[in-house]
């Protein structure tokens, strides 16, 4: 796989004003990224530096960086204590010879959002996994099928191997919860969070109760919502929020959870509406980090029920709607009930199929692809 990720171009911008820091899950591709920097594009440059490497840790801990070169990677440096130091260092004295790429899992990202000293130095980007547009920029139903079964991480999705699949989500799931959580939080029992892992694969798309959670894990409720919080922190999950329109009784609290790897979802409908989530956030975090928009993913229901999948909010405002059915020609009632009642713009149903429905006064009825299209979805 030689595919040029989307976020290059603006990485490469970035890097001529500031460090950059690209953030994501694991095994998301952001290694393979940031050596899209480097001749050769090779681990063995060396002016790549891995703090998991025993010879690199050496080098960075003895301050003996190789500074004569253009651009300096620095992978999983956040596992060092006292990482953010030594960049804002390196950076204040070396920035008018030297570009800065520092690359790194959940943590990275958890520990910027507290108080920060390198803030103004860095630029942050989230890189998502492949995407209908990014995987092909004329998206055939044959590419969302390939997508919709091997997910979007780079290693089952070009390598289209079931076995290889099973294995690489058996394998991923484990090093994210004794590996990353080991170096982001302390939690004693390891065996109940990847039970819990397995337990919100079953609830992707629905409402989530930390009531059921209580009695299947026999686990206190506010441990629970700390737990999902930090596979929200790894990148193994990501919630979102009601949308709590003023003409309608909406739900306030409850939020739902999708999967970063929308492949483990077994339900066909639920895989496809985790994976039209996962459009829709990688759209959210490319606006956020390439024009400074604050965006937002939520959902709307009402407490009678009705419910459209997906609302998106730029600067606190709805942009548009979007409801996910797998086949469907006609539109869901739902549409036509909030349409009267929000001031969200625009209402779309998408489906994975291949025909056009069209339109109508309360919302257009597509095809995923040409919904993706369209709107201009990375």
């Known amino acids: ?34 050596l899209e920097f480097l001749k050769p594009k090779s681990v063995k440059n060396p002016a ?15 301050d003996e960086l190789p500074l004569q070169h253009p ?33 790194g899992s959940a943590r990275l990202d958890y520990f910027r959002k507290g108080g920060d000293s390198l803030l103004g130095r860095y630029r942050y980007f989230r890189l998502h996994p492949f995407s209908l547009m990014e995987l092909n920029s004329r998206p055939t139903i044959s590419d969302l099928k390939q997508l919709l079964k091997f997910g979007g991480f780079p290693e089952p999705l070009f390598s289209e191997s079931e076995a290889e699949h099973r294995l690489w989500q058996k394998e ?20 109940l969070m990847l039970l819990l892992a397995e337990m919100l694969v079953l609830r992707v798309g629905a409402p ?15 441990t629970i919502h700390r737990w999902v919080d930090i596979f929200s922190n790894l990148y193994y999950c990501f919630q979102i929020s009601p949308y709590g329109a003023p003409r309608i009784r909406a739900v306030k609290k409850l939020q739902k959870v999708y999967l970063w790897d929308w492949s483990q979802v077994e339900e066909d409908g639920f895989r496809f509406e985790n994976l039209v989530a996962s459009h829709l956030l990688k759209y959210c975090h490319f606006i956020e980090d390439t024009e ?22 730029k600067n606190k405002k709805p942009i548009f709607a979007v409801e996910c059915k797998t086949g469907d020609k006609s539109l869901s009632p739902h549409i036509e009930y909030f349409r ?16 056009d429905y069209g339109h ?19």
């Open 1 to 34: 796989m030689s595919k040029t990720r989307y976020l290059f171009s603006h990485i490469e911008r970035a890097l001529e004003k500031k460090m950059v820091f690209i953030g994501g899950p694991r095994q998301v591709g952001k290694t393979t990224l940031s």
């Open 292 to 313: 400074g928009h604050d965006m937002e993913l939520r959902y709307l229901r009402d407490t009678d029920g009705r419910e459209i999948d997906f609302v998106v909010l």
């Open 71 to 103: 651009v300096l990677v620095l992978d999983e440096i956040h596992k060092y204590r006292h990482w953010r130091n030594l960049v804002k260092g390196l950076y204040d004295k070396h920035k008018e010879d030297t570009q800065f790429l520092v690359t």
């Open 208 to 222: 989530l109760s930390l009531k059921s959670l209580e009695e299947d894990l026999h686990v206190s409720q506010p």
């Open 48 to 62: 790549y530096l891995n703090w998991d490497r025993s010879t690199d840790k050496s080098l960075i801990l003895k």
């Open 172 to 191: 991923r799931v484990v090093k994210v919860v004794q590996e990353d959580l080991r170096d982001l939080e302390t939690v004693k029992d390891t065996s």
């Open 360 to 378: 109508s006064k309360s919302g257009r009825v597509l095809p995923f692809i040409a919904f993706c299209r369209e709107l201009g979805l990375v």
């Open 340 to 355: 009267e009642r929000t001031s969200i713009p625009e209402f779309y149903q998408v489906h994975m199929r291949d025909k």
